[in-house]
């Protein structure tokens, strides 16, 4: 009698340990979402799949991606950021801008006031990368930040620089069925990322697994949340408003992707103050939301009944800066369904993809990947490595139902490369 006690006190232990290591979306012959996912090391993305405290994912980022980090930031610095100072103006001296944003901007305060765990992530990735953590933070501030700053600290918007090509860059689309949804989205930034894509899968301490595309040595750009079953991604929208004060777009981005649901994700996003204006599409089976965010106001967009077209010309949201307003001789409460005709040939590559979208987008009730790839690769949807600033550095299809989440991704045009595939059981 003793020894059948003690084998059930015995199973009732294992049993008990079992639920604790694998609180989430555990079902019977199915593993965790984190434990669903194998990551391909041979993939065109550099890869990190990783789990534990924001440091200890951080330092497991950097220590992979030592290299191609101190690569990046190189890049970032004197193929970016230096031809952009020039372009406005300022000598090619990046320690001006770098020294700028960390002393002029409150950028540093609200990452450690609004988004600590992502500041202890880059202080992991510092440390494993064996680069400086100053250096790491200004790399990641920079992206749609970059033109606030110049623009602050000179006086001349580098939108209306001649070959800052700043309007060819994100676009997006989606289409809601019955109880799911297929999207896709193409990040389109700046020929010298080309070469640091990077595909994580982080593992919180609570079970929440995501995926994230970005760049090696960021927080990430765009993301899926496996676990709560909803996505993010993010468009450039340079003519609304900044605020040097806010948060820089990378951790807003990161903060919705972290929410519990989309609904929560919406509430994160309103009150929460952004640095820089971007619109905002997240979706889940249910379909998609879209805002225009600045850092004065939050404009909720509808595209269409059942479909979504996303690029980067703000179309809702008035909160323009005040160079724009001059430029464009706006009054000053912008009337934005009457905007004149030099805001749209401005916003012409965006004006472009947005009709191709919507055309493509309006009679169908589905896209299949096919479907997707072969819209998304024509040009100026899709932006091949040339001459030109304005890059497609990857793009990734979505389709959620009501238990699976179901991924297509790949640095590059949609097509041009071997797509990483990934399935997972959510529900």
């Given at each position: 009698?003793?020894?059948?006690?003690?084998?059930?006190?015995?199973?009732?232990?294992?049993?008990?340990?079992?639920?604790?290591?694998?609180?989430?979306?555990?079902?019977?012959?199915?593993?965790?979402?984190?434990?669903?996912?194998?990551?391909?090391?041979?993939?065109?993305?550099?890869?990190?799949?990783?789990?534990?405290?924001?440091?200890?994912?951080?330092?497991?980022?950097?220590?992979?991606?030592?290299?191609?980090?101190?690569?990046?930031?190189?890049?970032?610095?004197?193929?970016?950021?230096?031809?952009?100072?020039?372009?406005?103006?300022?000598?090619?001296?990046?320690?001006?801008?770098?020294?700028?944003?960390?002393?002029?901007?409150?950028?540093?305060?609200?990452?450690?006031?609004?988004?600590?765990?992502?500041?202890?992530?880059?202080?992991?990735?510092?440390?494993?990368?064996?680069?400086?953590?100053?250096?790491?933070?200004?790399?990641?501030?920079?992206?749609?930040?970059?033109?606030?700053?110049?623009?602050?600290?000179?006086?001349?918007?580098?939108?209306?620089?001649?070959?800052?090509?700043?309007?060819?860059?994100?676009?997006?689309?989606?289409?809601?069925?019955?109880?799911?949804?297929?999207?896709?989205?193409?990040?389109?930034?700046?020929?010298?990322?080309?070469?640091?894509?990077?595909?994580?899968?982080?593992?919180?301490?609570?079970?929440?697994?995501?995926?994230?595309?970005?760049?090696?040595?960021?927080?990430?750009?765009?993301?899926?949340?496996?676990?709560?079953?909803?996505?993010?991604?993010?468009?450039?929208?340079?003519?609304?408003?900044?605020?040097?004060n806010g948060l820089p777009s990378l951790f807003f981005a990161r903060r919705l992707m972290e929410a519990k649901d989309k609904h929560d994700a919406v509430v994160k996003l309103s009150e929460t103050k952004i640095a820089v204006?971007?619109?905002?599409?997240?979706?889940?089976?249910?379909?998609?939301?879209?805002?225009?965010?600045?850092?004065?106001?939050?404009?909720?967009?509808?595209?269409?009944?059942?479909?979504?077209?996303?690029?980067?010309?703000?179309?809702?949201?008035?909160?323009?800066?005040?160079?724009?307003?001059?430029?464009?001789?706006?009054?000053?409460?912008?009337?934005?369904?009457?905007?004149?005709?030099?805001?749209?040939?401005?916003?012409?590559?965006?004006?472009?993809?947005?009709?191709?979208?919507?055309?493509?987008?309006?009679?169908?009730?589905?896209?299949?990947?096919?479907?997707?790839?072969?819209?998304?690769?024509?040009?100026?949807?899709?932006?091949?490595?040339?001459?030109?600033?304005?890059?497609?550095?990857?793009?990734?299809?979505?389709?959620?139902?009501?238990?699976?989440?179901?991924?297509?991704?790949?640095?590059?045009?949609?097509?041009?490369?071997?797509?990483?595939?990934?399935?997972?059981?959510?529900?």
């Open positions: 009698m003793n020894k059948i006690k003690i084998n059930q006190i015995r199973f009732i232990l294992v049993w008990m340990v079992t639920i604790w290591a694998f609180p989430t979306n555990s079902y019977a012959g199915v593993p965790p979402i984190y434990y669903q996912i194998e990551l391909n090391e041979n993939s065109h993305y550099y890869t990190v799949q990783a789990e534990g405290t924001p440091f200890e994912r951080g330092f497991t980022h950097g220590k992979k991606l030592k290299k191609e980090i101190r690569y990046a930031i190189n890049r970032f610095k004197y193929d970016l950021t230096v031809p952009m100072m020039q372009s406005v103006g300022l000598p090619a001296e990046y320690h001006r801008y770098h020294n700028y944003v960390l002393q002029n901007t409150g950028f540093i305060e609200a990452i450690k006031t609004q988004t600590p765990d992502l500041l202890e992530e880059l202080e992991g990735i510092a440390k494993g990368a064996e680069v400086n953590l100053e250096d790491l933070l200004v790399y990641n501030i920079s992206f749609d930040e970059i033109f606030a700053v110049l623009e602050k600290m000179t006086g001349h918007n580098p939108a209306f620089i001649e070959g800052n090509d700043l309007n060819g860059h994100c676009s997006f689309g989606s289409i809601r069925g019955k109880k799911r949804t297929t999207s896709i989205y193409t990040c389109d930034w700046a020929r010298p990322f080309e070469g640091s894509q990077c595909l994580m899968v982080y593992k919180k301490f609570d079970g929440t697994t995501m995926l994230i595309t970005g760049y090696v040595g960021t927080v990430g750009i765009q993301g899926v949340n496996l676990s709560n079953g909803f996505s993010v991604n993010a468009h450039s929208k340079f003519d609304l408003n900044a605020n040097l204006g971007l619109g905002y599409v997240i979706t889940d089976k249910n379909g998609s939301v879209s805002y225009e965010v600045s850092p004065n106001q939050t404009e909720k967009y509808n595209p269409g009944s059942h479909w979504f077209a996303i690029a980067n010309a703000a179309r809702v949201n008035n909160d323009l800066k005040a160079s724009v307003k001059e430029h464009f001789k706006l009054d000053e409460q912008v009337n934005m369904k009457r905007l004149p005709k030099g805001y749209w040939e401005h916003n012409a590559d965006s004006e472009t993809r947005y009709s191709m979208i919507k055309e493509e987008l309006t009679d169908k009730k589905w896209m299949t990947v096919y479907e997707w790839v072969n819209l998304f690769k024509q040009y100026p949807i899709g932006k091949y490595v040339d001459e030109n600033q304005a890059t497609t550095n990857f793009w990734i299809i979505v389709e959620f139902s009501d238990k699976y989440i179901d991924i297509c991704t790949a640095p590059g045009v949609p097509g041009e490369l071997q797509a990483e595939t990934i399935r997972v059981k959510y529900q």
